[in-house]
DNA sequence: CTGTTAGCGCATTCAC
DNA sequence: GTGAATGCGCTAACAG
């Protein structure tokens, strides 16, 4: 492999010549920097970008963690269009992505302290957010260039986050308009930002409708199609009546699906079923699912955008940044009642 | 940040001799080892990985690269289980994981290249893999160490695939043994090897079974729902009978679902339906889908360990290891008929 | 067992 | 404008 003193030799000029070159340097004549650039093909030169990074202390590399917690939560796909959203800006501007996925916070915790100590990355954007954050307080601690792509709870820090209290808000009012008025809520873990923002959506969206909450009709479990399906029969055992379902993620409506099947309730109308993400493999479910959509992609290219100009303008941490995307319902069959706007069923 | 000088200084030692301690060197007092170990924690000492690149030429990094095309074709939750797989074997042999994902298979090519000449990467794992498939040549001239996720249809080289042939073969088995006997194929793209190797265990199937093969009833299209869809509406608008559909990928299944609904075919009684990938989310269908399960954990896990081991011992490099693993035919209601093994049917 | 020397490939002073 | 010298932080001979 070339390097650049052999460039240089060819070139008849001194490898910080060469140097310069490829830097873009201006105070440089134009016939060198003819005979350098032809030097430089000649040999097929590509800068080894170790040796750069080593001399500038910079590598621009970027490192994305995740621990597979936070992976079951937000489910896949999101992961992926996430990945593709920062993979896209990071090669628009020449940065390349670190990845690492841990099974748990204090993996996650460690490997990104260790990929910043070790310097083989300039930041990091982590897709934790807690509401108990033991991650993000560690790379605050550290003083570690970094954004969340969620939010934090108590301290202030770069951070790229989609509406949850807003969508959560909406869609709970969707399904008043539609004229559901026992309203179930499944959640997800409560120790996640996610959860509690959602939930507090919900919360709002009845309030101002003045109708109580009934603790009975939240549910809180484990991201999962059968999480979702057991909160539901356990409510029904209970006692609690209900006639539609928010559920916190796809997953869950899923299961709040097979729940209607079971029992033999018509969706949407005597259940009305309502999910997060807008999984698009689930567009196609019996009924078509109402679901909040998620800009995932966005998300990670706001994120990436976010890091990289504060990596690049240090002062830009200055002003510490919070983004939020807005999120929008897609209105399918699942909570499209006929019964309540218009009187008249077509069965 | 602390250096290796910093800690000779404070351990009263050279540099070399801190490491020495560093790289466990067996030579070395085991009082030395200990006052270099104390001054290490002291000032808190983290290797600088970049300079030890720097110096060893090796960065214990790989690429793994994607295009966005192959992304779509294993459908999402493939990807981030291949991934999760590469990362877990990393991890535990110490190695980081860049990731690339391009638009093409172009921009892959030149991603590639370009992460081996700048040095950043040791070796790549590439998923792509078509029919003809340039990325690979180019990897193969360059001399570049790469497994492939997938396999190559010419030349022999590091790959780690399931066995498409034979799990298709199976399938179509298990649709024949049902009793179904008209059974069209939904392939997606022919150039991918994937769609190639799908096909032949389903006409090879049909072949054993003595029942010919109809062009008609194989249709190629793009990986989505509405494709899946679309190919069976036209196959039935021009006349071509069909009891079972043998999806290449589950989202073909997803459209299958809906053509039978539209049309109110009863599954598994009037139109068998069988999946690729048995993606988790669509286990929930109505009738729950049977489906051929991908190990992609293990696809990623084998692939990395493939990678690593050629790494650390590159004559491993001699002999081409294929790696084929098996993939298991989950079958559910879509497919299972009451009508054909024992004639009552209870609806 | 340990220290000295010499790079790894490039960027960046400081001279001229 | 350009070259020479020095250093980024670590590893790897070569001595002893």
Redesign the interface.
Known sequence: ?ATIKDVAKIARVSPSTVSRVIAGSDRISQKTKERVRKAMEEVNY??????R??ARSR?R?VG?TLS?RA?QAF???F??EV??GM??VA?MRDY???????LNEEEEKE?CL??I????VDGLIVSTSRVKDSLIDALLREEIPFVVIGRSADSPVMSVNNDNVQASFQATKHLLKEGYREIAFISGPRELMVSVDRLQGYKQALFEAGIPVEEGRIAETDFS?EGGFQALCAMRESGVAFDAVLASD??FA??A??FA?HYRMDVPEELGILGFND?P??S???PPLTSVRILSYELGAEAMELLLGGLENPEKWKNQKEIVLPSRLEIRESTRRKGAENEKSHN
Chains 1, 2 share one sequence.
């Open positions: 492999m590509v800068p080894n970008a170790i040796a990074s080593l590598t590399t994305f597979r992976d489910s896949n796909p992961f992926s990945l593709r993979s896209s090669q390349n992505i670190l990845l690492s996925i841990s490997k260790r990929l100590r070790e310097r083989r199609e796809d997953l899923l299961g699906l097979r099947t999984t493999m689930m196609h479910t019996h």
